[in-house]
Nanobody, 115 residues
């Protein structure tokens, strides 16, 4: 069974930083695109950052210049570095891996930005 495990969430003050990790097991990780999504209470899940299997990255306008997505295929892990965080970044963050034939979701990790 494929397993995606997010970690690194927590509490942070505005302007602070967190780094999320998404560790994958039982998939050939390097062929999968990876997306980081978030869902705030009462809102739809939204794509925050994406890194393709080839390394191309894309970001939502709301996080450009503040968040950086990366991956280490040797460790089967993707990362989301979040800097200059804002209260509106508060959400549950999910990792998603997608290939041409299947996709998987992690269980999510809570990120709370508070004053």
């Amino acid at each position: 069974q494929v397993l995606l495990v997010e970690s690194g969430g927590g509490l942070v003050q505005p302007g602070g930083s967190l780094r999320l990790s998404c560790a994958a097991s039982r998939i050939f990780f390097s062929i999968y695109d990876v997306g980081w999504y978030r869902q705030a209470p009462g809102k739809q899940r939204e794509l925050v950052a994406h890194i393709a299997s080839g390394g191309r990255t894309d970001y939502a306008d709301s996080v450009k210049g503040r968040f950086t997505v990366s991956r280490d295929n040797a460790k089967n892990t993707a990362y989301l570095q979040m800097n200059s965080m804002k209260p509106e970044d508060t959400a549950v963050y999910y990792c998603n891996t997608q290939s041409t034939v299947d996709e998987y979701w992690g269980q999510g990790t809570q990120v709370t930005v508070f004053s």
